[in-house]
């Protein structure tokens, strides 16, 4: 099945560094999400982008869609100690009938932040 | 607005035993999922409902596991019989039938 590729894996900073992670797949997309997971909690909708080459914020999140249909990066800006957990980004594709298939996620970026 | 929700939190049992997992997605989603995420990895999809319809379980072991959403709202999975393997978090994700999907809490299932 498709595969997401996403890195870096984990990343130890310091509090008020920015972040950036991405993900790249072989195959097409029609759409990338990006969600955070705290422990023993659900995946959380962070951005949602539709078009290629889209750049999308949400506060001191912002997400972009790649051209190719096959990667999109996530930023954090002026990290804060409530942004420590695991990030996945997914992808989908639309299926013939309307409706939307399951997501394909990458394993996930640890975000842990440093006092 | 009240989010998708999943019961139980948390599950234990041997292997071999049964167990069910029940999830009621958000007022008004027609499209609900099932989702498997094991441990350090991202959740992997079990099975797609569209309303009352299983339209994709192509990834669901068939020969164990079984799903239902019988009124095309809420959803349960089943297991009969666990193994040691199945010990997991299942999630339950819904949507309005477009890519924005809203996940439950999940059910953490140790299979001992």
């Known amino acids: 099945g498709q595969q997401l590729n996403q890195s870096p894996q984990s990343m130890f900073i310091q509090e008020g560094e920015d972040v950036s992670m991405n993900c790249t797949s072989s195959?097409?997309?029609?759409?990338w999400l990006w969600y955070k997971q705290d422990p023993g909690e659900g995946p959380v909708l962070l951005i949602a982008?539709?078009?290629?080459?889209e750049l999308t914020s949400n506060g001191r999140l912002t997400a972009q869609f790649g051209i190719t249909r096959k990667d999109s990066f996530l930023n954090i800006s002026a990290s804060i100690p409530s942004d420590v957990g695991i990030y996945f980004c997914?992808?989908?594709?639309?299926?013939?009938?309307?409706?939307?298939?399951?997501?394909?996620f990458g394993k996930g970026t640890h975000l842990i932040i440093q006092p | 607005e009240a989010g998708v929700v999943q019961s139980p939190r948390y599950k234990i049992i041997e292997k071999k035993q049964p167990v069910a997992f029940w999830c009621n997605p958000i007022s008004g989603h027609n499209t609900l999922y099932w989702y498997l995420q094991n441990l350090g990895q991202g959740p992997e999809l079990l099975i797609r409902?569209?309303?009352?319809?299983?339209?994709?379980d192509s990834q669901l072991p068939k020969d164990r596991f079984s799903a239902e959403r019988l009124k095309g709202v809420d959803s349960t999975l089943k297991i009969q019989p666990a193994e040691l393997g199945d010990s997991a978090v299942y999630l339950c994700a819904s949507s309005l039938g477009e890519d924005e999907q809203f996940f439950g809490p999940g059910t953490r299932l140790t299979v001992l």
């Open positions: 409902y569209e309303n009352e319809e299983a339209v994709d």
């Open positions: 982008l539709y078009k290629a080459g």
């Open positions: 195959s097409i997309f029609n759409t």
């Open positions: 997914a992808g989908a594709a639309m299926y013939s009938g309307g409706g939307a298939d399951g997501l394909t």
